[in-house]
């Protein structure tokens, strides 16, 4: 479970950015802005990172305070399914990342595989989508929503990508170690589930 302080300030932060967008007050945007201010101070004082990378990214967003969303493809070849070693942790992950604005979730993951795995792949269904907190994923500031969707190979062979150094498939008792902040082993055990029975229905939680 996401621990409260991360939670409080994930919270305080939406509220200030929700506010700043709707108020006209400047006595209310003032406590919006002390509002955003004080979640930032929260991340400082638990975490390694400065104030002012945590403006920009954690609190330089505007509009509509809403969760973002990672999708991550799932394919299997011969009862293994497909990872990709990750440049930033040297850990392995299922291809995926940030949805794009103006793309759907098939095309994003499409394009993901393709760039992170050299695979041309064609998205079948979607498995699950999971709240980041309720799983065991290192503490990060956004709400995050993951999107597994099970992809099939149509075309490409195995080449390492801008963020990635090695494209592998593993089998469920040999995985290699995981970029935790991506997928966890029991997202990829939850993963084979659908391998095995593929009428298993679509996880929400």
Excluded at 26 to 53: G, H, Q
Excluded at 82 to 99: I, Y
């Amino acid at each position: 479970m996401e621990q409260k302080w991360l939670a409080w300030a994930k919270e305080i932060q939406g509220i200030a950015q929700t506010g700043l967008t709707y108020a006209k007050d400047v006595y209310d945007i003032e406590r919006y802005e002390a509002l955003r201010e004080l979640s930032v101070d929260i991340l400082a004082n638990y975490t390694f990172e400065s104030k002012e990378r945590i403006r920009l990214s954690f609190a330089g967003e505007g509009g509509y305070s809403t969760p973002k969303v990672d999708v991550r493809g799932v394919i299997f070849r011969e009862g293994k399914i497909l990872l990709v070693r990750e440049k930033l942790d040297g850990n392995w992950a299922l291809p995926g990342g940030w949805a794009d604005i103006g793309l759907s979730a098939s095309e994003v993951v499409v394009k993901e595989i393709s760039e992170e795995s050299g695979f041309q792949a064609e998205a079948v269904r979607l498995l699950a989508v999971l709240d980041k907190k309720f799983h065991n994923h290192p503490p990060e500031p956004y709400h995050v929503y993951k999107m597994f969707i099970l992809c099939k190979i149509v075309g490409g062979e195995a080449a390492e990508g801008v963020e990635t150094s090695e494209v592998d498939f593993f089998a469920e008792d040999e995985l290699p170690e995981l970029s935790v902040e991506r997928n966890t082993a029991e997202q990829l055990r939850t993963m084979f589930q659908f391998l095995n029975d593929p009428q298993k229905p679509v996880i929400l939680d």
